[in-house]
């Protein structure tokens, strides 16, 4: 498994790195544009001195070195070249005479070292320029050359790129500290949650989020946090609620299961009371086999809501179902009605007649001997309604007749209380839903169930 890396030294390496990043962009560009600008300047300087010479050139002045010398820049130098090829230059010391590129071509710059000096040259051609030597001989000159030191410009680059280099680390390493505080800062509210979250997964002690923050996405961070725990522990809760009730519902039937079968080991085989007693015993254990059977429908149901899916007839489901109820209390009235023209419908057949089952069982036992059953199309779907004519629910206890093992007849062993239960996980498992109605006399009860192109609710 890869070990996890620290949110916080990431960020800060990432926020460093692009800052890094960006002050040597801008490191570069300053230097950049100070050589640019000081080549400019040398430029402009070089030109200034070639006009000079060209306008001398054009009226045909005669140049002397006193005359030459007020023009030419500081630390400049100017070479004339005669026709016969000799040279007269006027320079500073420092300039070796012989390395001067008198030879170059007229027009473009020409960069030259002389010692540890660097210098930029340009060559024009001359016709008419002339110039007065030390001994007053008149010289006819046949083409100029005039240079530049820029020595100095050079060193101010490499000076003002070493302070800039220095200036960048030293930000950097400020911006990192900088942006260490700040990301700590920022992240604080995850680290809170993170340490509130292993703390309740520590003690199992549920206890509130911190908010997240000033931040939207450390808000929704907590928030989804905090409804996850809250999930978990309501499931937790609700596990140990179901374990709970099961046991106690299992107790009734275990129990008479031992007591009968006691009763039956110690009894005469002859004796009428070790065949009641057997009776009881096989009672007790159907009555423990159908809540197990309920139980394990509701496992399935959780575990995987979706199940085999095969098209069904919900009203003809419906009158087998109500036949059925009919053999099994014939004292009761059960009429059924199925209007034309019903959607038709993906569904588990075997989980679906458990639940009409359930509902029409649950109106006969409570609701007295008359019930209706009604199948009808409602909002692009099926919605079967059964209706009783009994006592109805109390309104204290409406809220709670689909939740597991909630009876109203406690103590009465064909109640188990998963009845209701089934019917509304039946109704989930298939996009639908079920509700108690708020009808009276009786209680009604509809559960609906969507068509093959209603939208589950």
């Known amino acids: 498994m890869t070990q996890a890396r620290s949110l916080e030294r990431t960020l800060v390496v990432r926020v460093v790195a692009v800052l890094a990043v960006g002050l040597l962009l801008v490191t570069g560009a300053l230097v950049l544009v100070l050589a640019l600008h000081l080549r400019g300047a040398t430029s402009d300087n070089l030109d200034a001195a070639i006009t000079t010479v060209e306008r001398a050139d054009a009226a045909g ?40 590129p008198v030879d170059a071509a007229p027009g ?21 320029l002339g110039l007065t030597d030390a001994s007053g001989d008149a010289i006819e000159v046949d083409r100029v050359l005039v240079a530049l030191d820029v ?9 003002v790129s070493a302070i800039a280099v220095v200036v960048a680390v030293i930000a950097t390493v400020a911006l990192a500290l900088v942006a260490r505080a700040v990301v700590r800062r920022s992240i604080a509210p995850v680290r809170e949650i993170a340490a509130t979250s292993a703390r309740i997964a520590r003690t ?17 961070l907590a928030a989804s946090v905090d409804d996850a725990l809250r999930r978990r522990t309501e499931a937790e809760r609700a596990v140990r609620d179901f374990v709970a009730d099961a046991s106690h519902e299992l107790r009734t039937p275990v129990a008479k299961v031992q007591g009968w079968g006691e009763v039956a080991l110690h009894a005469d085989p002859a004796d009428p009371r070790a065949r009641h007693a057997i009776e009881r015993v096989v009672g007790a254990a159907e009555e423990l086999a159908g809540i197990v059977d309920e139980l394990a429908l509701l496992a399935r149901l959780d575990a995987d ?29 059960i009429t059924c009605a199925v209007a034309p023209g019903l959607p038709t419908m993906a569904g ?29 199309a409602r909002d692009g779907g099926v919605a079967v309604e059964v209706s009783d004519h009994g006592p109805g629910v109390p309104p204290e206890l409406r809220d709670r007749v689909f939740d597991r093992f909630f ?28 509700a108690l109605l708020d009808r009276a006399p009786g209680a009604t009860f509809r559960l609906w169930l969507p068509g093959a192109d209603a939208p589950t609710r």
């Not at 960069?111 to 008419?128: K, L, M, N, Q, W």
């Not at 020595?151 to 000076?159: F, K, L, N």
């Not at 489901?317 to 009235?333: H, I, K, M, N």
């Not at 509902?359 to 409570?366: T, Y």
């Open 407 to 434: 009876s109203g007849a406690p103590g009465n062993p064909r109640h188990s209380g998963l009845g209701l239960a089934i019917v509304s996980a039946v109704a989930r498992a298939h996009g639908g839903r079920v």
């Open 348 to 376: 588990d057949t075997g989980a679906l007649r458990r639940a009409l089952r359930n509902l029409v069982g649950n109106a006969v036992q409570h609701g007295g001997v008359a019930v209706e059953v009604t199948v009808a």
């Open 151 to 159: 020595t100095s410009d050079r060193a101010t680059v490499a000076r």
């Open 204 to 220: 199992g002690e549920p206890e509130p989020l911190p908010d997240g923050g000033p931040f939207r996405e450390t808000a929704i």
């Open 305 to 333: 809501p979706t199940g085999p899916r095969e098209p069904v007839d919900v009203g003809a489901l419906a009158r087998e179902v109500v036949a059925d109820a009919a053999v099994v209390a014939p004292e009761a009235c």
């Open 108 to 128: 473009p710059e020409v960069r030259f070292e002389s010692g540890d000096r660097t210098y930029v040259a340009r060559v024009i051609e001359t016709e008419a």
């Open 61 to 100: 002045t005669t140049l002397n070195e006193a005359r030459v010398s007020r023009v030419l820049p500081t630390g400049g130098a100017i070479a004339f070249v005669a026709e016969d090829g000799a040279v007269t230059a006027i320079a500073p010391d420092a300039l070796d005479i012989s390395r001067l």
